[in-house]
Every structure is written in structure tokens, then in C-alpha cells.
């Protein structure tokens, strides 16, 4: 390991020129989402709920960067103060969604055998509706609202992940080391917990970053439709419902805020990439 | 292929003709065993997921908080008010609320496979009803937009993969923003762009052939996206396989190689993916025909969700789940038939 470190140390300069611009403006952009989420009044212009009538509908401008809405609020103000609850909601059901993962993905692998097996179809019957149709469904039982927008994004993505721990947790469960632990005489518990958990988890980290992104597009999506965080409110989903009324007369209104989410995911996605490409890289 | 006894190698590779010719037979009659052994294993699991979906569907109904009855009147008269036991009979005698749960279970799965979901909480008429009248357009459009989709991804793959860093890296950066784009704003952008802008297509969709090209392109672009990327890894190891080498030897052209050798094994895993591929745009309708203002059961069921009409949520739910499952078990057996290396040892 030391070794290896050493090698590389002259390389280093290089690496950081290689340092990919688009990693390096992912990074960026998490960190500003950060800065809106804790304290929002250091970057908006205005008070995101000041009404200002005469100045309703009115394009980007130097006094409203992104422009305003039909009361006359400001745009760009309302986004970075509903930074904090989007990122909320998003990172709030990509843990719903990976906890769910976690425990359905590694009973199927690891409990008992007819345990397993009934776990296992019950993941495949639960990846056979769409997540945007499973979270609607939960919706739909416990009507709409912010808390259960997370638990049904969280839902609706979990059967996925379930299938991806189960496939690395057998992965790890029939590699070479497990077999050398087993002929070593460890016990199951010990190696589940040193050994095959440790290795098959490890991705997680990439996969969580991968899924607040795909989170927040689908919690806004819920929110577009109407069957999440009430218009109100400057949650990202919530700003393109109300706008949704305007497209003629204010298309700013959808596109912008459209445009921040799709920023923001593709940001989570980058991330991800690399740490799935760096951890993966790390472990050979 | 597969791997067999070594004696068993040794005694058919020199036998004469005729034995030759009858273990040939042998072997034709223990594929076709193998294969229907195969296939009737993958029907029963499909079978075993459908009757999952339905359990989950069935309890999913029962899951609405408070007196069953009394939900659905109140749904149905959009109140929220305690009701009377004369006022609750009738509707308990309709929805077989009287019986226990199990029996309730029962006559659901029992309805389920004659084609009765149910009857809608809200607007009195069998769910079928109400889903068959607007399933044929939203099922046109999500066709098409799998037509669109595997067409923008061939012509993106086959234009881009293996063409050198700068080219093979635009090409695959643009995968992951298509296959990221969220359909209300790709939706919308469209939308701004070809019908406002430019007034090619109507603003407010039709059902024509014009009005569905907006749509299906929302649901295509981000699809196509998704199935280039996993295309596009295949299509790259396709270039340096030895067929295509020998193809370039016989003197075919560059276009020649790419569309008759090395995309029809890189469109495998894209093939793989049509029930994702239906699940996906038949859910993503939901999202366009709300943008579009389209008819179709995606309309039919956030009205429902909002009205938390269940039966007619789970209905739709439930019929994507059997599409779904029906095109992978149908996409399964297709590869059982094709696959040379499904052989009996």
C-alpha cells in the first residue's frame, strides 16, 4: 500500500492538471446547493415571499436575475431558499430508498433459505411496477404532502438498489476469501460481518450519491404533478407546478428552475461516477 | 460449446454418418425437452410475481386509514363526514365488505383473472371501464416513443461509438444527459421550442399523428439515452472482435461493418430492456399527457391518486405490472429458442 502510494506521489501534479473540469464544477455546484440549504439569506437577493405586484412576470433583469413570478416574487430568491427542503426531500428518500435496499437486498442473500427465496420475489414482484407508479400508489393511500413524497421516492426506487446489494452481496458471499475464512473455520456471523458486508457495501457510497440525484428529479416530478410540496412553497417541484400556468406569458418560470434540477442531478451523477470509478479502482 | 465428458467428445467425434446422424437426433429431441423445461420454469415464475403484484394491489386497498365504507362514500361524495349503518349497508353489500378479508382476497384474485378490477370509488363504473377507454392512446404513445427512442439511439451509437477520444467522449456525455433529463422539463422545453417557437406542432396535443410527436420524443430522448449507454459499451467491444475483422478484410465499408455486424450484437442488452422499456414510458406518460394535456390513463390516474379513487390507482398499476412482466417472460423465452449454448450435456 505504501508503496504504491510513493509511486505515485510524482505523478501528482499531472493527476491535479487531469483533475476532470466537469467533477471540479459538480463539486462546486454542491457546495453553493450547501450554502443555500444552511443559510439561504447569503445568497438571495430578496425576500423570497416579498409580494411586489407592479413587478409581476417580469424576465431576468439585473434586479431579478432569474425574473419573477406572478405576485411579483423574486425567482432566484425563491430557488436558494427552496434549496434546503429539495435537498431534504432528496437526500431524505435516497436513505429511505437505500435503508429499505439494504435490508430487503441482504435478507435475500443471506437469511435461510425459504426466508431468502420469499424476500427475493418479493423484491421481483416489487421491481415490477415502476417507481413513479409505486410512489403514486403510495400517495394515493396516505395522501400527498413533503413527508410522504420522501417515503414514496424512497419506495419507488428501493426495489432497484435491493436488486444491486442482493447481486453484490452474492458476489462477495462466493469469492475467494469468503472461501478461505470458511475453511479457516470462522463463524457465519464473523464472516458476514468482516467479511462480506465490508466488500459488497463498500459501492454504496457511489450509489447514494447517484440516487439524491435521481431523488430530487423525482420527488419534483411529484411535486410537477401536483401530488407533492404545495405550490406555496419554493420546494424546486413546487415553483414548476405553480409556473405551469405561465408558459406562455413567463417561460422562465419552468425553464430555470427545470434547469437547476437537471444541474443538480447531473452534479450527483458526476459524483457518483467517480467515486464508483475511484472505489472500484481503489479495491483491485 | 458447453463443456462435456471427455468421453463423451471421443466417441462422437469419429463415428461414420448414420450414428452421427442419430445422436444429432438424440440431441435435437433433449434441447427441445430442455427448452420447454426452461420456458414452463420461467412461466411459472412470471405467474408467481403477477399473483405477487395482485397481493400487493389487494392490500394496498385495504391500507386507506378508517371504516373501509365510510372512506368510499365520502370519496364518492367528496365529504368527510361520519355515516349512518343504513347509509354504509349498500355500499358494504356492493364491495363484498361484509365478507372477511380472505374472501375478499379471494374474489379479487378470482375477478383479476376473468379482466375485473374492481369498481371505481368515484365514479360508479368498473375500473376496466374506465382504463380501457383511455388505454389505446396512451399506449400509442408509449410505442412510439420506444420506436423513437431505439431509432435517435442507433443512429446516435452508430454515428459516435469508436470514432476517436473526442468524438466517443461527446457521444457518451451526451447519453448520461439524456438519460438524466427529467421528462416534465424536456417535456416543457419541447413544448416552448417546436410548438411555441417555432409552431411546428400544436401546443395543446391532439390525438393526431401530430399532436403525439412532442410527447413520444419526451418519453424517447431520455430512453434512448439510457439504452446508448449500455449499446454503446457493447458496440465498442463489437469493433475489435475478429467477425469484424474479417468483415474489413472481404472489403466491406466502415457504415457497411457498423450496421450489419456490429449492431446487431450491441443492441443484446437494449433488447434486454423492452419490459423496463414499456414499464418506463408507460409510467412516463403520467408526466406527458399532464404537460401535454393528452388523454390517456396517465390523466385517468393522477385524477384518481388526487381523489384517492384506489381501485382505479390500482388498476393501473397492476395492468403496467402484467405488461411488464409479460414483455420480459416473452423477451426470456424468445432468447431460450435463439440461444445456441442452451444445450443439453
Excluded: C
Excluded at chain 2, 143 to 155: D, K, N, R
Amino acid at each position: 500500500m505504501t508503496a504504491i502510494r510513493s509511486a505515485t506521489v510524482p505523478t501528482r501534479p499531472i493527476q491535479l492538471r487531469r483533475l476532470p473540469w466537469g467533477l471540479f464544477v459538480a463539486v462546486l455546484l454542491v457546495l453553493l446547493l450547501a450554502v443555500a440549504a444552511i443559510a439561504p439569506q447569503l445568497l438571495a437577493t430578496h425576500d423570497p415571499y416579498a409580494l411586489d405586484y407592479p413587478a409581476a412576470l417580469q424576465g431576468p433583469s439585473w434586479a431579478h436575475w432569474f425574473g419573477t413570478d406572478e405576485s411579483g416574487r423574486d425567482l432566484y430568491s425563491r430557488l436558494v431558499f427552496g434549496a434546503g427542503q429539495s435537498l431534504l426531500i432528496g437526500l431524505g428518500a435516497a436513505g429511505v430508498g437505500i435503508v429499505l435496499a439494504l435490508i430487503l437486498g441482504s435478507l435475500a442473500a443471506l437469511a435461510v433459505k425459504p426466508a431468502a427465496v420469499v424476500v427475493d420475489r418479493f423484491v421481483e414482484v416489487m421491481f415490477a411496477f415502476p417507481a413513479l407508479l409505486l410512489a403514486l400508489l403510495l400517495i394515493a393511500i396516505a395522501g400527498p404532502s413533503a413527508v410522504t413524497e420522501i417515503f414514496a421516492v424512497g419506495l419507488g426506487t428501493a426495489p432497484g438498489y435491493a436488486r444491486m446489494i442482493r447481486g453484490q452481496i452474492l458476489a462477495a458471499k462466493n469469492s475467494g476469501y469468503v472461501e478461505a475464512a470458511t475453511a479457516l473455520g470462522h463463524s457465519r456471523a464473523r464472516i458476514v460481518s468482516a467479511h462480506i458486508l465490508p466488500n459488497a457495501l463498500r459501492p454504496l457510497v457511489a450509489v447514494f450519491a447517484l440516487s439524491v440525484g435521481q431523488s430530487i428529479v423525482w420527488s419534483s416530478s411529484l411535486s410537477f404533478l401536483g401530488l407533492g410540496v404545495a405550490p406555496p412553497a419554493p420546494e424546486w417541484g413546487a415553483l414548476l407546478d405553480a409556473g405551469r400556468g405561465y408558459i406562455i406569458q413567463a417561460n422562465w418560470l419552468e425553464v430555470i428552475p427545470g434547469l437547476v434540477i437537471v444541474a443538480v442531478a447531473l452534479a450527483a451523477t458526476t459524483i457518483g461516477r467517480h467515486l464508483q470509478a475511484h472505489l472500484e479502482k481503489g479495491e483491485k | 460449446m458447453t463443456l462435456t465428458s471427455p468421453s463423451n467428445a471421443v466417441s462422437t467425434e469419429p463415428t461414420p454418418a448414420q450414428t452421427s446422424d442419430e445422436g444429432l437426433e438424440e440431441r435435437r429431441r433433449s434441447r427441445l425437452r430442455l427448452i420447454l423445461l426452461t420456458i414452463g420454469r420461467k412461466l411459472v415464475s412470471a405467474i408467481v410475481v403477477l399473483w405477487g403484484a395482485a397481493t400487493v394491489a389487494f392490500f394496498a386497498q385495504l391500507a386507506l386509514p378508517g371504516d373501509r365504507a365510510t372512506v368510499i362514500l365520502n370519496i364518492r361524495d367528496g365529504q368527510a363526514q361520519q355515516r349512518t349503518a343504513a347509509e354504509l349497508a349498500p355500499i358494504r353489500a356492493e364491495y363484498g365488505l361484509n365478507h372477511p378479508v380472505l374472501v375478499q382476497y379471494w374474489d379479487y384474485l378470482r375477478g383479476l383473472v376473468v379482466g375485473d378490477f374492481g369498481t371505481s370509488y368515484q365514479q360508479f363504473r368498473p375500473v376496466t371501464a374506465v382504463i380501457g377507454e383511455q388505454l389505446g392512446a396512451t399506449v400509442t404513445l408509449s410505442l412510439t416513443a420506444i420506436l423513437f427512442a431505439w431509432v435517435l439511439m442507433i443512429v446516435w451509437v452508430t454515428l459516435t461509438a469508436g470514432r476517436g477520444p473526442r468524438v466517443r467522449s461527446l457521444g457518451a456525455l451526451v447519453d448520461v444527459v439524456a438519460a438524466g433529463l427529467p421528462a416534465y422539463w424536456l417535456g416543457i422545453i419541447l413544448l416552448l421550442v417546436f410548438a411555441l417557437g417555432l409552431r411546428w406542432f400544436p401546443v395543446i396535443g391532439g390525438t393526431g399523428v401530430n399532436g403525439l410527436i412532442l410527447p413520444a420524443l419526451t418519453l424517447a430522448i431520455p430512453l434512448a439515452g439510457f439504452m446508448a449507454q449500455s449499446t454503446r459499451v457493447e458496440f465498442e467491444r463489437g469493433l475489435d472482435q475478429p467477425f469484424v475483422v474479417s468483415a474489413r478484410m472481404r472489403g466491406m465499408s466502415d457504415t457497411g461493418v457498423r450496421l450489419r455486424h456490429v449492431l446487431r450484437h450491441a443492441t443484446i442488452p437494449a433488447v434486454t430492456l423492452s419490459g423496463w422499456a414499456l414499464g418506463a414510458t408507460l409510467s412516463g406518460a403520467v408526466i406527458v399527457e399532464s404537460i401535454f394535456s393528452r388523454p390517456g390513463i396517465g390523466s385517468v390516474l393522477v385524477a384518481a391518486v388526487n381523489a384517492q379513487d384506489l381501485p382505479v390507482v390500482v388498476g393501473i398499476v397492476t395492468l403496467v405490472a402484467v405488461f411488464y412482466v409479460t414483455v420480459n417472460l416473452l423477451v426470456d423465452i424468445a432468447y431460450t429458442l435463439i440461444d445456441p449454448r442452451l444445450k443439453a450435456s
